[in-house]
T-cell receptor, first 111, second 114 residues
């Protein structure tokens, strides 16, 4: 079973707008990672946030983590058509590299 | 620096056959994990290897097995293939022990069972 649930399942926005995706999980975590996937290809790592961090930035990406609510959000600012992809959150819970993935958000950025 | 390499990229097999997929991790990475991705079940963890030892296993039948070699390359094997095994199989490698660094994924092997 999947640990994370993502919301929304699908999102359609205009180029230049911001996109926000949310992820909720069920158990205690070591870290939470966000990945992008284009058309059923490999996953591209976007950002990792550790359980003792609250916010992290990378370029146009901003990730927040609220461990008390067991939730995270990914904000993509000034979106581009090339950002069109599926976005997944994944939680790491122990000293191994077992990741539990959410169901994903399909983002469509319209030119 | 080369990324994670998975071979083959595409594979078509018949029910009942077996298949072996290969994964070469990023140089220096000692942890290799495998995932199955299907439209119905999403991304599911299969197993993880670290220094040739299976450290974690997901909830898959014994037909799914894997191994890791001394150079950290890994293979996974699926025996007695079923139609439901059709999926994208993804391999990921990670650098450090401790589970708190990024996992980098390969492009995957798309397996179709007919």
């Amino acid at each position: 079973s999947q640990q994370g649930e993502e919301d929304p399942q699908a999102l359609s926005i205009q180029e230049g707008e911001n996109a926000t995706m949310n992820c909720s999980y069920k158990t205690s975590i070591n870290n939470l990672q966000w990945y992008r996937q284009n058309s059923g290809r490999g996953l591209v790592h976007l950002i990792l946030i550790r359980s003792n961090e609250r916010e992290k930035h990378s370029g146009r990406l901003r990730v927040t983590l609220d461990t008390s609510k067991k939730s995270s959000s990914l904000l993509i600012t000034a979106s581009r058509a090339a950002d069109t992809a599926s976005y997944f959150c994944a939680t790491g819970m122990d000293s191994s590299y077992k990741l539990i993935f959410g169901s994903g958000t399909r983002l469509l950025v319209r030119p | 620096k080369a990324g994670v390499t998975q071979t083959p990229r595409y594979l078509i097999k018949t029910r009942g056959q077996q298949v072996t997929l290969s994964c070469s991790p990023i140089s220096g990475h000692r942890s290799v994990s495998w995932y199955q991705q299907t439209p119905g079940q999403g991304l599911q963890f299969l197993f993880e290897y670290f220094s040739e030892t299976q450290r974690n296993k997901g909830n898959f039948p014994g037909r799914f097995s894997g191994r890791q070699f001394s150079n950290s390359r890994s293979e996974m094997n699926v025996s007695t293939l079923e139609l439901g095994d059709s999926a994208l199989y993804l391999c990921a490698s990670s650098l450090e022990d401790g589970g708190n660094t990024e996992a980098f994924f390969g492009q995957g092997t798309r397996l179709t069972v007919v």
